[in-house]
C-alpha cells in the first residue's frame, strides 16, 4: 500500500478540502437545456437531474424508442426531437424545432463508444 505523508491525518484531509473551490450549481430554473443523446445512459441522467433543478428540456437521441420512454418519464418538462447528429438535414430539422423555446445551455453528450 502507498502512503502519501500527512493524507492520513484527519486534520490535513479537512484542511485540503477547505483549500479547494466549492463546487457552484448552475441555477436551472426557468432555463431551457438542450441535452444531445439524451434519451438514455448518462444524457438521460442528466436530463433526470435537469428537470428536478426546475429546467425544461429538449432530448435529441436517434433512437425515437428511447425517447418516447424519456418523454413519458419527464413528462411535460421535456420535449424530445429524433434526431442523428451524423445527418446535416436531420439537424437542421431539429433545429427549426428549437424556435419556441430555444435552449439556454447545451449538455453535448451523443456519441457512440
Do not use: C, K, Y
Not at 5 to 25: H, Q, Y
Not at 93 to 111: F, Q, R, S, W
Amino acid at each position: 500500500m502507498f502512503a502519501t505523508p500527512g493524507l492520513s491525518d484527519p486534520a490535513a484531509l479537512r484542511a485540503l478540502a477547505g483549500a479547494l473551490p466549492r463546487r457552484r450549481r448552475l441555477p436551472l430554473r426557468g432555463t431551457a437545456v438542450l441535452i444531445t443523446g439524451g434519451a438514455s445512459g448518462i444524457g438521460l441522467a442528466i436530463a433526470r437531474r435537469a428537470a428536478a433543478r426546475g429546467a425544461r428540456l429538449w432530448l435529441w437521441d436517434r433512437d425515437p424508442d428511447a425517447l418516447r420512454a424519456a418523454q413519458s418519464e419527464l413528462g411535460s418538462r421535456a420535449r424530445t426531437f429524433a434526431v442523428d447528429l451524423a445527418d446535416a438535414d436531420a439537424i437542421a430539422g431539429a433545429e427549426a424545432a428549437l424556435a419556441d423555446l430555444p435552449p439556454t445551455h447545451l449538455v453535448n453528450n451523443a456519441g457512440i463508444l
